[in-house]
Nanobody, 123 residues
Framework: EVQLVESGGGLVQPGGSLSLSCSAS????????MSWVRQVPGKGLEWVSS????????NDADSVKGRFTISRDNAKNTLYLQLNSLKTEDTAMYYC????????????????RGQGTQVTVSS
């Protein structure tokens, strides 16, 4: 059974930082491209960042480029997201997921995701 468990969210002031983690089990983590996605209540999933299986190639959404950094430790089956220079518009539930892609209708879909960790940016 695939399990993805996120942690590290919280309340932070604008300009602050957070570090998110996602512990994976039940599948060959080191063989999969992994991603972070986020969702605000009432809105669809937004892709944030992806990293390839060996961790050598990353891609970030324009909205977070230069502020967020995705990484992974395949020996620990763990995915990370470092969030710096946080803005109020970064407030969302953050999920790690595999198989993230854009459907024909433009929505973001995935194969498996965790339960999420809440990030709230507010003064």
């Amino acid at each position: 059974e695939v399990q993805l468990v996120e942690s590290g969210g919280g309340l932070v002031q604008p300009g602050g930082s957070l570090s998110l983690s996602c512990s994976a089990s039940g599948f060959p983590f080191s063989s999969y491209t992994m991603s972070w996605v986020r969702q605000v209540p009432g809105k669809g999933l937004e892709w944030v960042s992806s990293i390839n299986a060996p961790g050598t190639v990353t891609n970030d959404a324009d909205s977070v480029k230069g502020r967020f950094t995705i990484s992974r430790d395949n020996a620990k089956n763990t995915l990370y997201l470092q969030l710096n220079s946080l803005k109020t518009e970064d407030t969302a539930m953050y999920y790690c997921a595999d198989g993230v892609r854009k459907a024909v209708d433009g929505t973001i879909v995935y194969d498996n995701r965790g339960q999420g960790t809440q990030v709230t940016v507010s003064s």
